[in-house]
């Protein structure tokens, strides 16, 4: 088989690499599956009863910083540490991260990665949807895990808080890409969780993650990507800072811009769970 030439282990990888390298003793392959509750799906549980050999079950709910109200927040460094060394993934590891859906919730295991300064990650293309199409091999076996020990280096470029984001929409330095359904970025449709207001970001552009992925649930390629950015009004010159709901597909939309070769980006990890919330922030509607 002919290498894909999208394949890059910094970013997106196909099924056929993933098959190639599976048994590399230093490659480390995650289930990040999570769902919203309305989709009534149990990640963990789907975990368990079928996985890519050797997967370990990334749980970002879990994985994240529970000292804040806000969902799945990005982990401190210490307990990000601490869950991958139980993980038995360290340095000097290739992790390929997958999910349920395609590619969804992956590519926020992705830039939690990046953000913890580890670059030797990319997501599975098509996630586990497509492995399991193919015909490729599953198992419902925990995974043999030995320690490993982990250096981290936090890239605080590549998160913005609250405060970053209204500053940025206020002085319009940076494009704000929202990765929401259209309905809800324009505020027609009700937010799922319960409280926000709807709307968006004052001066914030939408493209709906869904946008970027084919119907098998693969990212388009780079060229095409490009095209879908600026077609959404976004200036690739500047700055950009994604955001969604509760910072997941925003990450999709940070994948997406670092396959073009567009590195200053950084994700809104609040995202609208926050903004949604808060009445002193302004919220536009409408296209």
């Known amino acids: 088989m002919t290498p894909s030439p999208q394949d890059d282990p910094r970013t997106l990888v196909s099924t056929d690499w ?22 009534n799906r149990d990640a963990r549980a789907e975990y368990a009863a079928a996985h ?6 990334f749980d970002i709910d879990e994985i994240s910083d529970q000292r804040s109200s806000l969902p799945h927040m990005a982990p401190p460094p210490e307990k990000f540490i601490s869950r991958m060394r139980a993980m038995g993934v ?8 997958y999910d349920g859906a395609g590619i969804f919730s992956a590519a926020r295991v992705w830039w939690t990665f990046r953000l913890m300064g580890k670059t030797d990650v990319a997501v599975l293309d098509g996630g586990f949807p497509k492995w399991q199409a193919e015909g490729r091999e599953i198992e419902d076996m925990p995974p043999v895990i030995r320690d490993r020990h982990m250096t981290v280096s936090r ?4 998160v913005k808080d609250v405060t ?3 500053h940025a929409a206020k002085l319009g330095e940076a494009e704000i890409i929202d990765a929401r359904a259209a309905a809800r970025f324009r505020g027609e449709a ?23 992925l084919n119907p098998d649930g693969t990212m388009k390629p780079p060229a095409e990507l490009k095209r879908i950015f600026q077609a959404a009004g976004i200036d690739l010159t500047k700055p950009a800072i994604t955001t969604c709901g509760s910072g997941v597909t925003a990450a999709v939309l940070s994948l997406a811009l670092e396959r073009m070769g567009h590195r200053n980006h950084a994700l809104y990890d609040g995202s609208w769970a926050e903004w949604g919330m808060y009445e002193d922030l302004k919220v536009a509607t409408g296209p």
């Open 164 to 166: 970053q984001v209204a």
């Open 52 to 57: 890519i050999p050797g997967a370990r079950f």
């Open 155 to 158: 890239q605080n470029h590549l």
């Open 90 to 97: 360290g340095d000097g590891h290739q992790v390929v991260v």
């Open 190 to 212: 009700p937010e799922p969780r319960p409280g926000l207001r709807a709307g968006h970001i004052p001066g914030s552009k939408n493209l709906p993650f869904t946008e970027v």
């Open 18 to 39: 993933l098959a190639r390298h599976l048994r590399d003793p230093d490659l480390r392959v995650l289930d990040a599956s999570w769902y919203l509750p309305a989709e």
